[in-house]
């Protein structure tokens, strides 16, 4: 009878420093890394910096040598062809693509690709989401398809079962670095 008190004591313990410690324990999951960085480039291209790092978080988990099987490179998994064009259009000079693994670099190249798919879609984030993973000409594509939009300004249907789930779980990734480190991350003037 005194063990099964002592036990049921101690896993009542655990419990309640589990609740207690739950928003460190989740940070844990949900880490944020290159802050400067993530600040310095979503105020230069007018994102929000929890984007920025829910885009980089589910990309590359934070990872700055990630490499993916598709030829993405970095935090913001840019490929080569994208990395190459972005340079030309950014008026980068020597560009190498071993670049795409510094992570300022690749911060700020990312960033101005997503300002850049965010004018072109006209700020319509779900889009500049689906332009980012499953390709700008895609998307531009699905929305002249009533299969995928109604009204060839939204999706409601993306024919890319990855795309769909990548838009998804950065929005979930969105509200969760918003609500984590909403104070860390304000963008001071």
Not at 44 to 50: A, H, T, V
Not at 172 to 179: A, E, L, T
Request: with cysteine.
């Amino acid at each position: 009878m005194r063990f099964k008190s002592l036990t049921s004591s101690f896993i009542l313990v655990i419990i309640l420093l589990l609740i207690i410690n739950v928003f460190y324990i989740v940070k844990l999951c949900f880490p944020l890394r290159y802050t400067e960085w993530i600040l310095r480039y979503s105020k230069e291209y007018d994102l929000s910096p929890y984007l920025v790092a829910a885009v980089i978080k589910t990309e590359s988990n934070f990872k700055p040598k990630a490499k993916s099987n598709k030829g993405a490179y970095g935090l913001m998994q840019i490929t080569s062809l994208t990395g190459e064009w972005a340079a030309k259009e950014m008026k980068i000079e020597n560009y190498k693509e071993d670049m795409l693994l510094e992570p300022e670099f690749n911060i700020k190249m990312g960033c101005w690709y997503i300002d850049n798919l965010k004018k072109e879609f006209k700020g319509n984030m779900d889009l500049v989401l689906a332009a980012y993973n499953g390709g700008r000409g895609n998307v531009q594509k699905w929305l002249a398809d009533l299969n995928n939009s109604k009204d060839g300004k939204n999706l409601h249907y993306i024919p890319f079962k990855e795309t769909d789930q990548y838009v998804k779980r950065v929005k979930v990734n969105y509200n969760i670095y918003k609500f984590l480190y909403g104070k860390k991350l304000k963008v001071h003037n």
